[in-house]
T-cell receptor, first 118, second 110 residues
Framework: GAVVSQHPSWVICKSGTSVKIECRSL??????MFWYRQFPKQSLMLMAT?????????EQGVEKDKFLINHASLTLSTLTVTSAHPEDSSFYIC??????????????FGPGTRLLVL | LAKTTQPISMDSYEGQEVNITCSHN???????ITWYQQFPSQGPRFIIQ???TKVTNEVASLFIPADRKSSTLSLPRVSLSDTAVYYC???????????FGKGTKLSVKP
């Protein structure tokens, strides 16, 4: 159990276009979903945290108008990179948080989406 | 959020036991310790999670001393496919946020 999928797995787009990435928890309802970005040979960097039905909380330095997050249901969150530029090229990874009792939540990660902006 | 410190890299040989230690001196009372494994171009994979003492599952063991200021991930009899980056994270309590450190790059050689 605790499977998280992402779609697409990779995408190439032209500069100035928008790209939408979907994140789904397949076999559980996620209380919270997270979006991370990872540049080559670097660690994951948290971009934003989203709870179903409410606005996402963005980390410092992440432009909320550029990285639109929609968390419409307990199993689906989307990240839209608006007006993408080459510097937005990165590996985007989502995770979904699952409760394991009142004191602990565990994050399960999707396979990631490779974005290349030309 | 508690900061973690791990060795940047470790080398091992197939069949050996590997122990990766993580320091988290300012761990909070409701923080759990979670380890993830990441292969290149893949999302992190959950390995094991614990709060105190020892936790064991089918792939690893996690040792946590009484003061909880450190933890050790133990991988028994590693194989080449265990070559990956291993992240130690502290949190996962009521707030859920996880902050990734640099991780430990484990290289298993034949």
């Amino acid at each position: 159990g605790a499977v998280v999928s992402q779609h697409p797995s990779w995408v190439i787009c032209k500069s100035g276009t928008s790209v939408k990435i979907e994140c789904r928890s397949l076999d559980f309802q996620a209380t919270t979903m997270f979006w991370y970005r990872q540049f080559p040979k670097q660690s994951l960097m948290l971009m934003a945290t989203s709870n179903e039905g409410s606005k996402a909380t963005y980390e410092q330095g992440v432009e909320k108008d550029k990285f639109l997050i929609n968390h419409a249901s307990l199993t689906l969150s989307t990240l839209t990179v608006t007006s993408a530029h080459p510097e937005d090229s990165s590996f985007y990874i989502c995770s979904a948080s699952r409760d394991h009792g009142p004191m602990v939540e565990t994050q399960y990660f999707g396979p990631g989406t490779r974005l290349l902006v030309l | 959020l508690a900061k973690t410190t791990q060795p940047i890299s470790m080398d091992s040989y197939e069949g050996q036991e590997v122990n990766i230690t993580c320091s988290h001196n300012n761990i909070a009372t409701n923080d759990y310790i979670t380890w993830y494994q990441q292969f290149p171009s893949q999302g992190p994979r959950f390995i094991i999670q614990g709060y105190k003492t020892k936790v064991t599952n089918e792939v690893a063991s996690l040792f946590i001393p009484a003061d909880r200021k450190s933890s050790t991930l133990s991988l028994p009899r590693v194989s080449l496919s265990d070559t990956a980056v291993y992240y130690c994270l502290v949190g996962g309590g009521s707030q859920g946020n996880l902050i990734f450190g640099k991780g430990t790059k484990l290289s298993v050689k034949p």
